[in-house]
């Protein structure tokens, strides 16, 4: 079965400092990990995919299967990351995208 | 390229009624997958529907039903609610099924009383 854990409802970080939103996924196979962001009175969308490998606004993530993580990181955090993030897994095609329960992000001035 | 859009974005009912909710998905794209988003729950996966089939489900009651019409639109459609129906249903659209972006629409507020 696929599951993906995100242990913090609630990070609260100043503008500046480094942030980590924690993702821990539980799948048989070979996952495709991705994250998705909502920010305030908008849409949820695809922030990034651990495919691409790209950084977005910042973003990194790491595909760790050993630890079975894929941690999102910012090295300096500003007050637009605020926002809701979810990370969400898929398991090999034609498998359905399954979410965690989303970290709150709140930047402080 | 119009997004995805769900239609209403906002419904009441009355408990034991049913509703149909409705969602536009990106054109050329052939997938819509449907989530129910609450406070407590977060984001749960209700079912995806590809070139009118549905492929996957999840573990929700036989109350919530889904279909996909030949030009890709969905409706999906709740019968007997109940006041923890009440939710906020996210429609997404992507081009094909499993493993790729998806794109969400605004979502149908849903509020039984």
């Known amino acids: 079965a696929q599951r993906v854990t995100q242990p913090e409802k609630l990070l609260s970080v100043f503008k500046g400092a480094p942030v980590e939103l924690k993702c821990n996924y539980s799948?048989?196979?070979?996952?495709?990990l991705f994250w998705y962001v909502q920010y305030s009175r908008q849409r949820l969308q695809l922030l990034l995919r651990?495919?691409s490998r790209e950084s977005i606004k910042g973003f990194t993530a790491d595909l760790n299967k050993g630890e079975t993580s894929f941690h999102l990181k910012k090295p300096f955090a500003q007050e637009e990351d605020s926002a809701m993030y979810y990370c969400?897994?898929?398991?090999?095609?034609?498998?359905?995208?399954?979410f965690g329960q989303g970290t709150r992000l709140t930047i402080n001035p | 390229k119009a997004g995805v859009t769900q239609t209403p974005r906002y419904l009441i009912k009355t408990r034991g009624q049913q509703v149909t909710l409705s969602c536009s998905p990106i054109?050329?794209?052939?997938?819509v997958s449907w989530y129910q988003q609450t406070p407590g729950q977060g984001l749960q996966f209700l079912f995806e529907?590809?070139?009118?089939?549905?492929?996957n489900k999840g573990n929700f009651p036989g109350r919530f039903s889904g279909r996909q019409f030949s030009n890709s639109r969905s409706e999906m459609n709740v019968s007997t609610l109940e006041l923890g129906d009440s939710a906020l249903y996210l429609c997404?659209?992507?081009?094909?099924?499993?493993?790729?972006?998806?794109?969400f629409g605004q979502g149908t507020r849903l509020t039984v009383v």
């Open positions: 969400a897994l898929s398991g090999s095609r034609a498998q359905k995208l399954v």
């Open positions: 529907y590809f070139s009118e089939t549905q492929r």
């Open positions: 054109s050329g794209h052939r997938s």
């Open positions: 799948y048989s196979g070979s996952p495709e």
């Open positions: 651990h495919i």
């Open positions: 997404a659209s992507s081009p094909q099924t499993g493993g790729t972006e998806a794109f």
